[in-house]
């Protein structure tokens, strides 16, 4: 099946600094990725959806100047956390829908990566 | 605006039947997904409805009712391995977009 890998799995912060997380599809190309954000105990909540070779849609309420995404190949897209605070710990997710042989995609393959634990000291 | 509740906890036993329940009230409804999620792990899918009916798949089916906003994840022969939460999603039309639920946590007790 379709594979999506996140890197790093977990990273420790100071406030103040940026810290980049990628989320790369393995074995098919991805034109949409999505980002999720999930507290502890709580459902996922979507950030915003990255499109290759054009910009991220923010969801209402995430700032884009702080949460940079960058989708520059059918594989790869990226999410910046900028000037990180504590508030900003939490586990965050990307998806990737698969595109299937002849160009269409399916409603039932949206597969997630395994998560990226940010803590924010 | 998009609203999907579920239960926040429900337990059960080992060996017997548990029933998620879902309703949403969303613009846009493409469809619906059920996914499993281990602490600390990423979601895996479990189902996905379109029409109205049950879908079954082993252990594991799902319904759905779009007139009335409704859907359940039906478990039977519960494990231990089941203890998870389960997170129903609605695809919305034209975005590709999942809106998550607010997740159900389930304990499955020996």
């Known amino acids: 099946g379709a594979v999506v890998s996140q890197h790093p799995s977990r990273v420790i912060c100071k406030s103040g600094t940026s810290v980049k997380i990628e989320c790369r599809s393995l074995d098919f190309q991805a034109t949409t990725m999505f980002w999720y954000r999930q507290f502890p105990k709580q459902s996922l909540m979507l950030m915003a959806t990255s499109n290759e070779g054009s910009k991220a849609t923010y969801e209402q309420g995430v700032e884009k100047d702080k949460f940079l995404i960058n989708h520059a190949s059918l594989t790869l897209s990226t999410l910046t956390v900028t000037s990180a605070h504590p508030e900003d710990s939490s586990f965050y997710i990307c998806s990737a829908r698969a595109i299937l042989a002849g160009g269409q995609t399916s409603t039932d393959t949206q597969y997630f990566g395994p998560g990226t634990r940010l803590t924010v000291l | 605006g998009q609203n999907i509740d579920q239960p926040t906890e429900m337990t059960a036993t080992e060996g017997a039947i548990v029933q998620i329940n879902c309703t949403y009230q969303?613009?846009?409804?493409?469809?619906l997904f059920w996914y499993q999620q281990h602490a600390g792990e990423a979601p895996t899918f479990l189902s996905y409805n379109v029409l109205d009916g049950l879908e079954e798949k082993g252990r594991f089916s799902s319904f759905l009712s779009r007139s009335k906003g409704y859907s359940y994840l039906l478990l039977k022969e519960l494990q231990m391995k089941d203890s998870a939460s389960y997170l129903c999603a609605v695809s919305i039309y034209n975005t590709d977009k999942l809106i998550f639920g607010t997740g159900t946590r389930l304990q499955v007790f020996p």
């Open positions: 969303t613009s846009g409804f493409n469809g």
